[in-house]
């Protein structure tokens, strides 16, 4: 089993819509939690941290599940510009305080 | 502007050579990693280096070697020993090893062996 596993998409969503996709993390020593963005043939850009039960930041809520060792994102009214892959990373303390990368989840919007 | 710069954006290397891709940080950050990602992958950490003049092997780091004398630079060198380079190369920087500190990224190499 990975130590961050994602569901590689694509996830096809209408332009307007509400989407939400998980993240599972196999180490459930893991403390901090970052959902990335990342675009086409560009680097990561942090989204959010999640931190204890989640947090919202506009139209992006993150939630933790600690007991079930996932953490989600959900894009609400979600646009054009929302397409992109969205990268999952756990950040765990017996990991030498490496972040653990997910695959990422690809988003498409569609007009 | 602060941030992380990488360079150059795009290389070709022919069978049998090093090269060197730079990186350089103004973010007065302790940490700097780098990763490389293949296409549909996720980011695999080669190196990384918490301190000035020490760094540790990440998962993939055969055929790979780094330095880090300054605070700022972590220049990565591809050897000839790296079978399958060709992929986009990523460099990373943390304001410290806290659990809660986030990554940053500059925008990355392509590395092509012809």
């Known amino acids: 089993r990975k130590e961050v596993e994602q569901d590689p998409g694509p996830f096809n969503v209408p332009e307007g819509a509400t989407v939400a996709f998980n993240c599972t993390y196999s180490n459930s020593a893991s403390q901090s939690f970052f959902w990335y963005r990342q675009d086409c043939r560009k680097e990561p850009k942090l989204l959010m941290s999640?931190?204890?039960?989640?947090n919202e930041d506009g139209r992006f809520t993150a939630q933790l599940n600690r007991a079930s060792q996932y953490i989600s994102l959900l894009i609400r009214d979600s646009k054009l510009s929302d397409s992109a892959t969205y990268l999952c990373v756990v950040n765990a303390r017996d990991s030498n305080y490496q972040l653990i990368w997910g695959a990422g989840t690809k988003l498409i919007i569609k007009p | 502007d602060g941030g992380i710069t990488q360079s150059p954006k795009y290389l070709f290397r022919k069978e049998g050579q090093n090269v060197t891709l730079s990186c350089e940080q103004n973010l007065n950050h302790d940490a700097m990693y780098w990763y490389r990602q293949d296409p549909g992958q996720g980011l695999r950490l080669i190196y990384y280096s918490q301190i000035v003049n020490d760094f540790q092997k990440g998962d993939i780091a055969e055929g790979y070697s780094v330095s880090r004398e300054k605070k700022e630079s972590f220049p990565l060198t591809v050897t000839s020993a790296q079978k399958n380079p060709t992929a986009f190369y990523l460099c990373?920087?943390?304001?410290?090893?806290?659990?809660?500190?986030?990554?940053?990224f500059g925008p990355g190499t392509r590395l092509t062996v012809l």
């Open positions: 999640v931190y204890s039960s989640g």
């Open positions: 990373a920087s943390r304001r410290g090893i806290s659990l809660y500190n986030e990554q940053f």
